[in-house]
């Protein structure tokens, strides 16, 4: 598997760094590690000068990086580049055909302040690969658990596969999770349509199948996080239950984030 991962050197990024080495420890892989230069050219030969230096420190700060991590079964690149962070990353990613983006986020103010107004949120919209938000303040060996959100879309069939086959690799437990908003005859004929698709495609490894009642998506979300611990919670960015609901400042969501949470985005 190959995996980019953006670095700023903070302690954020390094411990998106670490949980991606322990999602794979026992297998063959590589990380290229990303270090984005923004500058603002408001006085040409200053920002010369600035960006030299700035390009000789970030680059040994990489090696110690690279040197530090690098395993016979962990080869790593490094590279940085300058732009603008998100654009950069999502074009890097594609040129290195990577299979996922692993990046540390401060997870301690909310969901939505993790996502919002930040080079994540950017880097969703632009992306053309799955996204890792990892928070800061988990505990990389505790995650044995994976659930998908699904609202049974067509659009999800592809994610279910790819997601299933990540948790059989990094050794997580596959779960499903669906909120219900209207229980109606039609949603409870999906709900079990979708058990006896799991059933059938994934017989070799049961799945757990949690099912929450709310008359709104991010209400259900925030009662599921608030009783589940210790997972690696998956979306698809074409949830529209739930991002009509996100993006439009709902706080119940950004309350339901618990910082020990990391969240993929499939985009």
């Given amino acids: 598997m190959k995996i980019l991962i953006p670095l700023d050197f903070s302690e954020n990024s390094e411990k998106a760094l670490q949980f991606a080495l322990n999602l ?25 000068l600035a960006l030299d230096s700035i390009y000789k420190d970030s680059e040994k ?19 940085v580049k300058e732009g603008t962070p998100s654009i950069t990353l999502a074009k890097i990613a594609e040129e290195e055909d990577v299979d996922m983006i692993v990046m540390g986020t401060k997870g301690a103010s909310g969901m939505r302040k993790v996502i919002v107004g930040s080079t994540a949120a950017n880097l969703i919209k632009e992306s053309s690969v799955p996204v890792l ?10 995650i044995r658990r994976m659930v998908i959100a699904l609202e049974f879309a067509n659009h999800e069939e592809d994610f279910v596969d790819w997601v299933y086959q990540r948790a059989v690799n990094w050794f997580f437990s596959f779960e499903v999770l669906h909120i219900e908003t209207k229980g109606d005859f039609r949603e409870k004929l999906l709900t079990l349509g979708i058990q ?7 017989p070799k490894s049961p799945t ?5 009642s709310s008359q709104k998506v991010d209400e259900g979300f925030e009662q599921f996080l608030e009783e589940e611990e210790d ?37």
């Fill in 24 to 48: 794979n420890k026992d297998q063959n892989h590589q990380l290229i590690l990303v270090h984005v230069v923004e500058i603002i050219y408001d006085f040409a030969s200053q920002a010369a």
């Fill in 61 to 79: 700060m990489m090696k110690e990086l690279q040197s530090k991590y690098s395993t016979d079964q962990i080869k790593i690149k490094t590279l």
């Fill in 133 to 142: 938000l990892v928070p800061i303040g988990i505990d990389i060996t505790g």
């Fill in 196 to 202: 006896k698709y799991l059933e059938d495609n994934y």
């Fill in 208 to 212: 757990l199948f949690h099912k929450k």
């Fill in 231 to 267: 997972i690696l919670l998956v979306m698809c960015h074409n949830h529209m239950g739930l991002w009509d609901q996100f993006w439009s400042k709902s706080q119940s969501l950004e309350m339901a984030y618990h910082s020990r949470v990391p969240l993929l985005i499939m985009v």
